[in-house]
């Protein structure tokens, strides 16, 4: 019989184990979450009278866990109305609705004694057949198992989330040494097309891959930093973005781990290393040791490395002497490698810029990816059985944009080799037999297939999910069709292309459109349909915002006209193209980006989109059909047939709102709540089945027999409706609520929508809105102020309110 997870529980409801309801139930998946009793009551509870024995205060830890999922931010739900999948209880009193778990995941504090104990007590309740995990972060699975029974050790594995479980990618499997085969291989498929994360097989050792490595990582940045005498403050301008890592580098990361956290689990390894030169790397330095003693532990306690303060000038961020322990000003960063690697746009350029330089921030950078990468080599087999999975771990949990291995070949392995060799360093045995074996790389790529360098001496191609699409890969198989500096025509098979956008940020430019008019002769004679999607960072940014100041700043409005109509006639040819286009939207997809999504007959979006128009922000209204769309779709979610007729303003008035607040959403369910998305679109949980399952969408679409979408009409709210809405914007601008400025843009927005100056009721076509909405735009971008709003927003990054 197939294996599902239809009920799971939780036990913990610590931010670990909040976090993992809060996943399970994005998922879908009604969850318990479960805590311990408290042992007394708290002041308002006492006030209101309230007994231990009350339910209220025996499930108080666990609620109180469930409450904060509304606050934390980032969000941890992608829709609040998931949090009614939750249902929180005690482990004393709800023990027995562990009975109805498919799935159960221990959550509480990583002690090995502690959580035998409530695995003793779950085996009494558990059902025959239903899956135990452990969400621990090192704690050893074979020896949490013990002394419960065969056929509890063949159901109980490890699964490391990392925290925040809903937006980091890697979901760590352990087997224990007896846990069914069957049971590794469905959590592990489970994991990623129901949960949507990367998975990674690891063996049971300390912190098993990513931490291990990730934490011996920060101990040799530590070191290193102590060593050359550099600052908090200079090592993580060091470790960002330059070297393909996080924003937060290495110190602002120890801070939202926690320090206490981070001494936990550096310990774990060090107690449990039989290795003398690996325990004296894993030794926590004296300073942090007092920082923990002070409890400046990091964002939990409001200072740890760095801690915001008040100053005469606003809010500053200092930064920590760990010599002294007191708090300055952070110092500017002046390596010269590191202002070379900069100027470069490519990664392993970068990474070699740095690496080969000769101040003391290249040589920071050096003896950190030196031990690192020695260390990942040695471990290959001891903690995972291939590089493949140990660069991924990385990768998906740490948030590296190249794992260890791949970071070696873009270093060079013959020459970082014999640097090393040069310095005394000891060549871990696969890195010796890579090279003996004449070959210069971890991995090789032909024709879009990737083979990793294996244990046995061999490469091994990786093996391919057909469930993902490498658009990448497949240009290099030769299934370009066309392609411009902004975009690219892609082959997917079966009969689907893809419209590729390829600019910068995925920007709306004339070029993206001149690809977008190819496709459609393309596709209307060689294929079934059309994907419009891409895998870069961000779906689409909105239109090429520099491009259109610089026309307006020329009072070049014919270009900008045309830019504009444009837009509208591709909108309308894919509508008559008489094939079915599903948009794949993810990341951000802002303004045009949404509007490229208008293009399409359907959205299969990521669950993780942040859509919305917004272009109010920099002083306009959408004018690529966005306006027009937003408010047809208002409108046909109006109530029709019943015996009063129903007052559509109400229904415009909120899409009105959503655009003139510029409203974004926090995930693509969100989106639906906002009107940018329909309830019939779409959502993929697994970012890399995106473009997959959007060509599904397609073949689907295409074999119901699609049909050409015919025009729209609809009655407009007209003056009756125009005039409301300015009353509004007119008190509020009183009111000092909105500028002078705000109340133009949101009267052009306003005129458009209610559908201009004609009687309420008036039946007019999509042809007569999209003329108001782009003779709207050109008012407004022919303004100084909104103009001065874009020059703002791409000088600063923010909105200006002038």
């Given at each position: 019989m197939e294996r599902k997870i239809r009920k799971a529980a939780v036990l913990g409801s610590g931010v670990m184990g909040a976090g993992i309801a809060a996943h399970l139930a994005n998922a879908g998946i009604p969850t318990y979450l479960l805590d311990v009793v408290p042992g007394g009551l708290t002041a308002e509870e006492a006030k209101k009278g309230l007994t231990l024995e009350h339910p209220a205060v025996r499930n108080r830890i666990a609620q109180s866990g469930k409450d904060r999922l509304l606050k934390a931010k980032p969000a941890p739900l992608y829709d609040r109305a998931?949090?009614?999948?939750?249902?929180?209880?005690?482990?004393?009193?709800?023990?027995?609705?562990?009975?109805?778990?498919?799935?159960?995941?221990?959550?509480?504090?990583?002690?090995?004694?502690?959580?035998?104990?409530?695995?003793?007590?779950?085996?009494?309740?558990?059902?025959?057949?239903?899956?135990?995990?452990?969400?621990?972060?090192?704690?050893?699975?074979?020896?949490?198992c013990q002394g419960r029974s065969d056929e509890f050790r063949k159901h109980f594995l490890g699964t490391h989330f990392f925290n925040p479980?809903?937006?980091?990618?890697?979901?760590?499997?352990?087997?224990?040494?007896?846990?069914?085969?069957?049971?590794?291989?469905?959590?592990?498929?489970?994991?990623?097309?129901?949960?949507?994360?990367?998975?990674?097989?690891c063996k049971d050792t300390p912190n098993f891959i990513a931490n291990r490595i990730g934490t011996y990582g920060l101990q040799v940045s530590i070191h290193e930093m102590v060593r050359l005498g550099l600052a908090v403050d200079e090592?993580?301008?060091?470790?960002?973005?330059?070297?393909?890592?996080?924003?937060?580098?290495?110190?602002?990361?120890?801070?939202?781990?926690?320090?206490?956290?981070?001494?936990?689990?550096?310990?774990?390894?060090?107690?449990?290393?039989?290795?003398?030169?690996?325990?004296?790397?894993?030794?926590?330095?004296?300073?942090?040791?007092?920082?923990v003693e002070k409890?400046?532990?990091?964002?939990?306690?409001?200072?740890?490395?760095?801690?915001?303060?008040?100053?005469?000038?606003?809010?500053?961020?200092?930064?920590?002497?760990?010599?002294?322990?007191?708090?300055?000003?952070?110092?500017?960063?002046?390596?010269?490698?590191?202002?070379?690697?900069?100027?470069?746009?490519?990664?392993?350029?970068?990474?070699?810029?740095?690496?080969?330089?000769?101040?003391?921030?290249?040589?920071?950078?050096?003896?950190?990816?030196?031990?690192?990468?020695?260390?990942?080599?040695?471990?290959?087999?001891?903690?995972?059985?291939?590089?493949?999975?140990?660069?991924?771990?990385?990768?998906?949990?740490?948030?590296?944009?190249?794992?260890?291995?791949?970071?070696?070949?873009?270093?060079?392995?013959?020459?970082?080799v014999a640097r090393m060799r040069a310095e005394g360093e000891a060549i871990p045995p696969l890195?010796?037999?890579?090279?003996?074996?004449?070959?210069?790389?971890?991995?090789?790529?032909?024709?879009?297939?990737?083979?990793?360098?294996?244990?046995s001496g061999k490469y091994a191609l990786i093996e391919e999910n057909k469930q993902i699409i490498n658009l990448a890969a497949l240009k290099e198989q030769g299934k370009l069709i066309r392609k411009n500096a902004g975009a690219a025509l892609i082959d997917l098979g079966d009969g689907v292309a893809c419209l590729e956008l390829t600019s910068p940020n995925n920007a709306l430019g004339m070029d993206i459109l001149h690809m977008a008019n190819t496709a459609i002769d393309v596709v209307k004679q060689d294929f079934l349909g059309l994907v419009i999607g891409n895998q870069g960072k961000n779906f689409c940014v909105g239109m090429n915002l520099a491009m259109a100041l610089v026309e307006a700043q020329d009072e070049n409005w014919p270009e900008l006209e045309l830019l504009v109509k444009k837009f509208h006639a591709v909108k309308q040819a894919f509508r008559q193209m008489g094939r079915p286009v599903v948009a794949a939207p993810f990341g951000m997809t802002l303004g045009g980006g949404v509007e490229l999504c208008y293009l399409a007959d359907r959205v299969q979006a990521s669950a993780e989109t942040y859509m919305?128009?917004?272009?109010?922000?920099?002083?306009?209204?959408?004018?690529?059909?966005?306006?027009?769309?937003?408010?047809?779709?208002?409108?046909?979610?109006?109530?029709?047939?019943?015996?009063?007729?129903?007052?559509?303003?109400?229904?415009?008035?909120?899409?009105?709102?959503t655009i003139a607040l510029a409203k974004v959403s926090t995930s693509a369910h969100e989106a639906v709540q906002l009107g940018y998305l329909r309830p019939t679109d779409g959502i993929s949980i697994h970012p890399d089945y995106l473009?997959?399952?959007?060509?599904?969408?397609?073949?689907?679409?295409?074999?119901?027999?699609?049909?050409?979408?015919?025009?729209?009409?609809?009655?407009?709210?007209?003056?009756?409706?125009?005039?409301?809405?300015?009353?509004?914007?007119?008190?509020?601008?009183?009111?000092?609520?909105?500028?002078?400025?705000?109340?133009?843009?949101?009267?052009?927005?306003?005129?458009?929508?209610?559908?201009?100056?004609?009687?309420?009721?008036?039946?007019?076509?999509?042809?007569?809105?999209?003329?108001?909405?782009?003779?709207?735009?050109?008012?407004?971008?022919?303004?100084?102020?909104?103009?001065?709003?874009?020059?703002?927003?791409?000088?600063?990054g923010k909105a200006l309110r002038n």
């Open positions: 998931n949090l009614a999948l939750i249902t929180v209880g005690n482990m004393e009193d709800h023990l027995s609705l562990l009975a109805e778990a498919d799935w159960i995941i221990e959550a509480v504090v990583e002690n090995l004694e502690v959580k035998k104990q409530v695995f003793s007590a779950v085996e009494a309740y558990r059902k025959p057949g239903a899956i135990v995990s452990s969400n621990t972060s090192g704690v050893s699975i074979n020896e949490m479980p809903r937006y980091l990618k890697l979901l760590e499997i352990i087997p224990g040494s007896e846990t069914d085969t069957d049971v590794v291989r469905f959590m592990q498929r489970f994991g990623e097309t129901v949960l949507g994360k990367g998975t990674v097989l090592v993580d301008a060091l470790t960002g973005p330059v070297i393909g890592r996080p924003k937060s580098a290495t110190f602002r990361t120890l801070d939202v781990v926690g320090l206490d956290t981070y001494v936990h689990v550096a310990r774990n390894v060090q107690e449990k290393s039989g290795d003398p030169a690996e325990q004296a790397v894993f030794e926590v330095p004296e300073f942090i040791l007092r920082m409890g400046w532990i990091g964002q939990k306690s409001g200072q740890g490395f760095f801690k915001q303060e008040q100053t005469a000038a606003g809010k500053e961020i200092l930064a920590i002497d760990y010599q002294t322990l007191e708090y300055r000003p952070r110092v500017k960063v002046n390596f010269p490698s590191l202002a070379a690697a900069k100027s470069s746009k490519d990664l392993p350029q970068k990474l070699r810029t740095l690496a080969w330089g000769s101040d003391k921030g290249s040589q920071f950078i050096w003896n950190l990816f030196k031990k690192v990468l020695l260390y990942s080599a040695a471990k290959v087999g001891e903690i995972a059985d291939d590089i493949v999975a140990i660069d991924r771990a990385m990768k998906w949990g740490f948030g590296w944009e190249l794992g260890p291995f791949e970071t070696w070949d873009a270093l060079g392995v013959e020459k970082s890195v010796e037999e890579l090279l003996a074996s004449g070959k210069t790389s971890f991995y090789e790529y032909t024709d879009g297939r990737i083979a990793a360098f294996a244990i919305g128009l917004v272009e109010a922000g920099v002083g306009l209204i959408p004018a690529g059909g966005g306006t027009a769309e937003m408010l047809f779709r208002a409108m046909e979610n109006v109530p029709q047939g019943g015996t009063f007729p129903v007052d559509p303003f109400p229904f415009v008035v909120r899409a009105f709102e473009l997959y399952d959007a060509k599904q969408a397609v073949l689907a679409m295409d074999k119901a027999g699609y049909r050409t979408r015919q025009p729209r009409k609809i009655r407009v709210i007209g003056e009756t409706g125009y005039a409301n809405l300015r009353q509004n914007l007119y008190s509020m601008r009183v009111g000092g609520l909105i500028s002078e400025h705000d109340e133009l843009i949101a009267s052009k927005l306003a005129y458009v929508m209610s559908g201009g100056s004609l009687p309420a009721g008036t039946e007019v076509s999509e042809a007569y809105i999209l003329e108001l909405e782009k003779q709207a735009f050109m008012d407004l971008i022919k303004t100084q102020k909104s103009q001065q709003r874009m020059q703002h927003m791409l000088a600063k």
